[in-house]
């Protein structure tokens, strides 16, 4: 029995954290820059979009630079652009490529020259790899896998709405609310838990806790981001089944009577959004929990590498969504090589392949709303990460002094 209770005590905590992170680390990036992005966009009339497409060879460098970022906030604003077509996925690649998520942090704090050189090789190697898909003709092969299921989607969203107008149109009060006030609660409630997001941040970069009114602040934003995930994400649900099976004939005008107006962007963020939310809850709660439950096994995984292993280690653990994993891989890699364990050999080449070929909490984002593009994002992250992992391992034999 007591056994039963500690599971149960232990899921209770991966479901709160998986609710935090889902709040605190991912809707409010990707609110915000979507936030910003739209509002720009509208009251530019959409000279910012036009821009953006002007300037596209700028794509990649843009893209490496916001993914070098510490965190996974850089990496996660492009997801929201891409998802929009507004850059390429060679630009996206170039982030996911630069960034390290919260991982970065620890090696900050632990080992700030290492960090240092896989800040460097990650930024230099996004760019190479973001301008070498947009090269025209791997441009337009990869465009042609992706954005096939792109706009067989889109297709498929058009059609269900006119097939949702015909047969059940929603009454006055659920279009108030799910265009209106739904809308202007999550923009209250992202900008609102912004700062805790900040906050979360600097806090990580000096690995530490905040105490005193510090910490009674960020647990009010844990328990509010928790809560919020869960709501939302009820929400979606809800409204699936309600704008399939439930929603009844009304007298309503279903004309949009605000369209043109600033709440469409609110609107069209809040549906972006809450299905973002949804789908890295689900996946950060399900992958967390397998994570939480093996760690014993995962830790001695770890502790099986040493040189070329260490490296293939890496990468796989790269391969898995989140930021746990990759925190728990470089804990255990600055540990064990301070003291001189078996990861010590080809340590540095396998945190570099892991900072390449993982992205943090970036991977759930583009993977609830892409999920094609996120496996190809595996494949090109991979690659890499494996090429540049084993060139330092042949350079370390060949008696190149690497860090360690």
């Not at 209770?5 to 709040?23: D, H, K, R």
């Not at 058009?158 to 799910?178: A, Q, W």
């Not at 900008?191 to 647990?219: K, N, Q």
Request: glycine share 10%; with cysteine.
């Amino acid at each position: 029995m007591e056994t039963f209770s500690g599971n149960v005590n232990y899921f209770e905590e991966v479901l709160f954290a998986s609710g935090v992170t889902t709040f605190l680390e991912v809707a409010t990036w990707v609110g915000i820059s979507l936030l910003i992005f739209d509002t720009l966009d509208y009251l530019t009339r959409d000279k910012v979009t036009a821009f953006i497409e002007r300037n596209s060879w700028a794509g990649p460098l843009m893209g490496a630079i916001f993914g070098a970022i510490p965190g996974c906030g850089g990496a996660i604003m492009m997801v929201p652009l891409y998802n929009k077509r507004k850059i390429s996925f060679g630009t996206l690649v170039a982030s996911f490529i630069a960034t390290f998520g919260d991982a970065a942090f620890i090696i900050l704090v632990g080992r700030p020259d290492i960090f240092g050189w896989l800040f460097l090789i990650g930024f230099v190697v996004g760019i190479i790899v973001g301008y070498f898909l947009d090269i025209p003709p791997i441009k337009r092969w990869i465009d042609s896998k992706l954005d096939k299921k792109y706009k067989w989607e889109q297709r498929a969203i058009d059609k269900e709405k006119e097939r949702n107008s015909k047969l059940r149109m929603p009454g006055r009060s659920y279009v108030f609310i799910d265009t209106k006030v739904m809308p202007i609660l999550l923009t209250i409630t992202v900008i609102g838990l912004f700062p805790a997001t900040i906050m979360d941040i600097v806090y990580a970069s000096r690995d530490a806790d905040p105490v005193g009114s510090a910490g009674v602040y960020m647990e009010v934003m844990e328990w509010t981001g928790f809560v919020l995930t869960l709501f939302f994400s009820l929400y979606y649900f809800g409204t699936q089944i309600a704008n399939r099976y439930v929603l009844d004939p009304s007298e309503c005008d279903c004309d949009n009577k605000s369209k043109g107006k600033y709440i469409d962007v609110l609107h069209h963020m809040f549906e972006n959004l809450i299905e973002i939310i949804t789908w890295v809850f689900i996946g950060s709660l399900i992958f967390e929990t397998i994570f939480a439950y093996a760690e014993d096994g995962f830790n001695k995984f770890i502790g099986m590498g040493q040189g070329s292993m260490a490296v293939l280690i890496g990468v796989l653990i790269g391969m898995i969504p989140g930021c746990g994993p990759q925190i728990a891989f470089a804990r255990v890699a600055l540990a064990t090589a301070s003291g001189g364990g078996a990861l010590a050999v080809g340590m540095f080449a396998a945190l570099t392949a892991n900072s390449i070929n993982q992205d943090g909490d970036a991977g759930f984002a583009l993977f609830a709303k892409d999920k094609k593009a996120a496996v190809w994002m595996r494949i090109f992250n991979a690659i890499p990460a494996l090429i540049v992992g084993y060139i330092l391992v042949g350079m370390s034999a060949a008696g190149v002094r690497l860090p360690a």
